[in-house]
């Protein structure tokens, strides 16, 4: 696709439900990332993949939250058993991976995010 | 673990002047990337502008641009000539390329600076 597209934009769920969130990378993209930001405040990183490697799971604040990232394509960001504290919107970004020996990524673009509301 | 900080968590300038948003980092690396997004009320992030550390020259970017001091890990952005669609949070992201898939290529993020221009 053209961008980076998130699903749902808005979800409202109750407390204890769980909840999946889509996020479609920019084709080709072989890193994606997810982030949650929560109201006026700045990026807290969750989860990370990048091509076949193993993911970086250092930012998931419980064993609730958890991720998936099939055929190397569509990521899902599923949280368990919500609370009122994971209401936030959650980004999804992907970036090219140049390769190399100090190969690196190029910049993020980001969706437009999914305004999650536990209530 | 590399962190980033902007120690302005709100700034204002009037329409048509110059203002800086700064931005200061950690790492123990030689050569990594830095980012400067924007993000406006609409949620989307939006790349400003990006600065590799072997690169010396300050990048710029149209009304953009930033001073980039190594030995002092600064890195830091002029807006000039200051529009009202300039108004957004504005964040300054490290990734470090590193030279393996287990520890390079995350996005970190500063806490972010709100910058409102006043007509």
């Known amino acids: 696709g053209a961008g980076v597209s998130q699903s749902p934009s808005n979800k409202v769920t109750e407390k204890g439900k769980d909840v999946e969130l889509r996020c479609d990378p920019i084709?080709?993209?072989?890193?994606l990332y997810w982030y949650r930001q929560s109201l006026g405040q700045g990026l807290e990183f969750l989860i990370y993949?990048?091509?076949?490697?193993?993911?970086?799971k250092s930012g998931l604040p419980s064993d609730r939250f958890s991720a998936e990232r099939t055929g190397g394509s569509v990521s899902t960001l599923t949280i368990q058993r919500t609370q009122q504290e994971d209401s936030a919107v959650y980004l999804c970004?992907?970036?090219?991976?140049?390769?190399?020996?100090?190969?690196?990524?190029?910049?993020?673009?980001f969706g437009q995010g999914t305004r999650l509301t536990v209530v | 673990a590399q962190t980033v900080t902007q120690s302005q968590p709100e700034m204002s300038v009037q329409e048509a002047e110059t203002v800086t948003l700064s931005c200061t980092y950690d790492?123990?690396?030689?050569?990594?990337?830095l980012f400067w997004y924007k993000q406006p009320p609409s949620r989307q992030m939006i790349l400003v502008i990006r600065?590799?550390?072997?690169?010396?020259q300050n990048a710029t970017e149209n009304r953009f641009s930033v001073n980039f001091q190594k030995a002092a890990k600064s890195f830091s952005l002029k807006i000039s000539d200051s529009q009202l669609g300039d108004t957004a949070m504005y964040f300054c992201?490290?990734?470090?390329?590193?030279?393996?898939?287990?520890?390079?290529?995350?996005?970190?993020f500063g806490a972010g600076t709100i910058l409102r221009v006043k007509s």
């Open positions: 084709s080709g993209h072989t890193a």
């Open positions: 993949f990048q091509g076949n490697s193993a993911p970086d």
């Open positions: 992201a490290f990734m470090n390329p590193g030279v393996s898939m287990e520890y390079g290529n995350k996005l970190v």
């Open positions: 600065q590799e550390a072997y690169k010396q």
């Open positions: 790492t123990s690396e030689n050569n990594y990337y």
């Open positions: 970004a992907s970036s090219f991976y140049r390769g190399g020996y100090r190969g690196a990524n190029t910049e993020a673009f």
